[in-house]
C-alpha cells in the first residue's frame, strides 16, 4: 500500500489551478473637453493620453496638463453627441515605432480608423501624417462603438456598434454582411499600407460574411479591455431600453461568438420569442433602474490596492455607480462598489495596472480600493473539487485577491509546514491553519491551507487571511464532516498512479483491468491516529479513514485497499483500488464516495 513520495512539488503543480470594497477617487487633472479615452503607451514614460472628444489628444505627465496637444485633427470631426475622436491605441513596442492609432468618426459621420505619426518630439503627433485604413459608412448619428485596443495576439480590434436608431432597424447586429454590430480583429502592423486579415478570423473562409469579424451581435460596445494577466476580453455592450450587459470571452476563444443583439437585449428577448440556440449571453446585466449607459473598465492588476486585484470595474454613464464584478468558479460576483456622482464617459489603465476614471464633465480620476487581502465565502474550497466549504484536516485553497504581487509560488520548505509562508497567514475560528503555498499564476491568486484538526464537530469556520499585518474581515465558510473531491490535472482528468512503478496514468498509458493503481483525494474527514495539524500522514501505521469509502469507475465498483491520509503529505488523501475486470474500455468516469457524500465525476483512460 506504500507511496513514492515526491516532495510537495506534484501537488504544487496541481493545486496551483463579504468584506469592505469600497473605492476612493483621487483627482488627477481637471479642465479637459469630454474625454472619451485614456491610454498609456506602455514606452516606460508613465504619460497618459487623454482623448477628448473634440478631435484633440492631451498628455498627463507627473500629474501635469501639457498645455500644448499631442493631436489636434479638429478639422476632421466634429465632436457631439456620439460623435467625435472616440479611440486611441499604441502597438505593441511603441517607442521604437513612434506611430499610433485613432478611431474617429469624419466630417460626414462616418467611422475611421487611422495611423498617425510623431514628430521629432515625442509629445507632439504630426496631424498631417494621416493613413487611412478603415472607413466604415454610419448610417445614422449614434452606436458609433469607438474603441480600439490591441490584444494579446498583436492584432488589433475595434468595437464597432449597429449604426444607430433605435433596434437596429437594418438587422446590422445578426448580419455577417456588414461591419456594423461586430467585434473586428485587423492585422495593421505586417503591413503599414494596407490593412491585412488575420488567418485565424473565424469567418474568413465564408463568403457570406465578411472576414474582419471576430464576433457579432454587439448593439454599442463603447469601451471593452483585455485582462493584461489572463488575456480574457471583457466588453460592455449598452443597452436599448431595458438592460446594460457585460460580455465576457476567454483567452481561449477562437472568436465567431454571437452576443445576441438584436435577438436580445442582455439576458432577455428583444425579439418576441427569440431563440437563444447558439449565442452567448451575457455574464451580467443590469436593468434600467440602475443606469443607462455602461462604460465598460478593466479588472484591477495593480499593486497599490492589492484587495481589489482580479476585479473587472465598470461603471454607468447615467448613474455614476462603479460595480465590481468577481468570477468565483462558474459564478459571477457582482457588487456595487461606489455611486461616484461622475458622468463616467471611459476608464483608463497606467503602465502599472492602476485604474483611472474620467467624467465626461472634464476631469480624471485615479481609483483606489482595499489593501488587506479580500475573499469571499464561495472562495474558499476544497482542494480538490473546489467546491465551497472547509473539512477538517484536509487541504483548502481559499482564492484570494492580495495574496501575492508578483507571478510565481511561494511553497513551504518543510514539513511540518509553517503557519506562514511569504507573509501570508490563515486562522479558521481562531486556529492557525498550517500554509503549503501562496500563488498568483495567470491572474488567479489563491493560499492552499491544511484545515486544522480542530475543527472537526464544528459547522461553520471563520477565516481570516492577513498578508504583513493587513486583515481581511473575517468571513464564515461552512464546516463539513465528509466532502469527497479527487484531484486532477486539469479540472476533468484524475491523478491515478499505476501502483507497479508510481507513473501517472495518462492517454499513453492507461490503466488496465485487474491492475492496482491509486489517487489523491481530498474531503475523507476523520482517520485513525491523526498526526497534528501541519504534519504529514504517518507510514506506520496508516492513518485510515473512518468513512465508509467506496470508489466506481465506468459506474462498476472497485475493490477499495486503502482510503486514509497519504503517507508523508499534509492534508492530502490517498484512495488504493483494484481496477474492476468488467469495465470497458475508453475514458471512464472516476467517482469517490464516502458516508453518503458523493465527490464530482473525473475521468480516467482505460485500456
Not at 511561494?410 to 503555498?437: C, E, I, M
Request: charged fraction near 15%; proline fraction near 6%.
Amino acid at each position: 500500500m506504500g507511496m513514492r513520495v515526491t516532495a510537495l512539488g506534484l501537488f504544487l503543480a496541481l493545486l496551483v489551478h463579504a468584506q469592505d470594497l469600497s473605492l476612493r477617487l483621487t483627482q488627477l487633472a481637471a479642465g479637459l473637453t469630454n474625454p472619451t479615452d485614456i491610454q498609456h503607451a506602455g514606452d516606460g514614460t508613465n504619460r497618459l493620453f487623454v482623448v477628448q472628444q473634440n478631435g484633440v489628444i492631451r498628455i498627463l505627465s507627473s500629474g501635469v496638463l501639457r498645455p500644448a496637444p499631442f493631436l489636434d485633427i479638429r478639422n476632421r470631426t466634429v465632436g457631439s453627441g456620439e460623435r467625435g475622436l472616440l479611440g486611441l491605441a499604441f502597438p505593441p513596442g511603441y517607442s521604437g515605432k513612434r506611430y499610433f492609432y485613432v478611431n474617429y468618426t469624419n466630417l460626414a459621420g462616418d467611422t475611421v480608423i487611422a495611423r498617425y505619426r510623431t514628430t521629432a518630439d515625442p509629445n507632439v503627433a504630426d496631424p498631417a501624417s494621416e493613413t487611412v485604413l478603415l472607413t466604415i459608412v454610419q448610417p445614422y448619428a449614434n452606436h458609433n462603438g469607438g474603441q480600439l485596443r490591441f490584444g494579446p495576439d498583436g492584432y488589433l480590434y475595434v468595437g464597432m456598434g449597429d449604426g444607430g436608431s433605435g433596434g437596429d432597424p437594418q438587422n446590422n447586429g445578426q448580419s455577417r454582411r456588414t461591419l456594423l454590430g461586430k467585434m473586428l480583429r485587423l492585422d495593421v502592423e505586417s503591413d503599414l499600407v494596407r490593412v491585412l486579415i488575420p488567418p485565424d478570423n473565424p469567418f474568413v473562409n465564408d463568403d457570406a460574411a465578411r472576414p474582419e469579424i471576430w464576433a457579432i451581435g454587439l448593439r454599442n460596445p463603447w469601451r471593452f479591455s483585455f485582462d493584461r494577466a489572463t488575456g480574457d476580453l471583457w466588453i460592455a455592450d449598452v443597452g436599448q431600453n431595458r438592460a446594460e450587459e457585460i460580455d465576457f470571452q476567454p483567452a481561449s476563444s477562437r472568436g465567431g461568438e454571437n452576443y445576441g443583439w438584436n435577438l436580445m437585449e442582455g439576458m432577455q428577448c428583444y425579439r418576441s420569442g427569440c431563440n437563444t440556440t447558439g449565442l452567448t449571453l451575457p455574464v451580467v446585466e443590469y436593468v434600467r433602474s440602475e443606469g443607462c449607459s455602461v462604460t465598460g473598465g478593466f479588472v484591477y492588476r495593480g499593486r497599490e490596492s492589492p484587495g481589489l486585484r482580479g476585479t473587472y470595474l465598470y461603471g454607468d454613464f447615467c448613474t455614476g455607480r462603479i460595480w465590481g464584478l468577481r468570477r468565483q468558479g462558474d459564478l459571477w460576483n457582482n457588487r456595487l462598489l461606489l455611486a461616484s456622482g461622475l458622468s463616467i464617459s471611459t476608464f483608463g489603465e497606467d503602465e502599472a495596472g492602476e485604474i483611472l476614471v474620467a467624467d465626461y464633465g472634464g476631469a480624471i480620476y485615479r481609483i483606489a480600493g482595499p489593501v488587506a487581502p479580500f475573499f469571499t465565502s464561495a472562495g474558499v474550497t476544497n482542494a480538490a473539487s473546489y467546491a465551497r466549504g472547509l473539512v477538517a484536516g484536509s487541504l483548502a485553497t481559499i482564492f484570494v485577491a492580495g495574496g501575492k504581487d508578483d507571478s510565481g509560488i511561494a511553497a513551504a520548505d518543510r514539513v511540518p509546514l509553517p503557519t506562514s509562508v511569504a507573509g501570508v497567514s490563515v486562522t479558521v475560528n481562531g486556529f492557525a491553519a498550517p500554509v503549503l503555498a501562496v500563488a498568483n499564476v495567470n491572474g488567479q491568486e489563491q493560499v492552499n491551507v491544511q484545515s486544522p484538526w480542530q475543527l472537526a464537530g464544528a459547522v461553520s469556520g471563520s477565516v481570516v487571511v492577513t498578508r504583513e499585518g493587513r486583515s481581511s474581515t473575517a468571513v464564515d465558510v461552512p464546516v463539513l464532516a465528509l466532502q469527497p473531491g479527487i484531484f486532477t490535472v486539469n479540472g476533468r482528468d484524475a491523478v491515478v498512479v499505476h501502483h507497479a512503478d508510481n507513473t501517472l496514468v495518462t492517454a499513453g498509458r492507461p490503466l488496465v483491468r485487474a491492475e492496482y493503481a491509486y489517487f489523491y483525494a481530498a474531503g475523507l474527514g476523520p482517520v485513525d491516529d491523526a498526526p497534528p495539524s501541519g504534519s504529514g500522514g504517518p507510514r506506520d501505521p496508516l492513518a485510515a479513514a473512518r468513512a465508509d469509502v467506496q470508489v466506481t469507475l465506468g459506474g462498476v465498483l472497485c475493490q477499495t485497499l486503502y482510503s486514509g491520509l497519504a503517507p508523508d503529505f499534509v492534508g492530502v488523501y490517498q484512495v488504493n483500488i483494484r481496477v474492476p475486470d468488467g469495465i470497458p474500455s475508453g475514458t471512464l468516469e472516476l467517482v469517490l464516495q464516502a458516508g453518503e457524500a458523493r465527490s464530482p465525476a473525473v475521468n480516467v483512460p482505460v485500456q
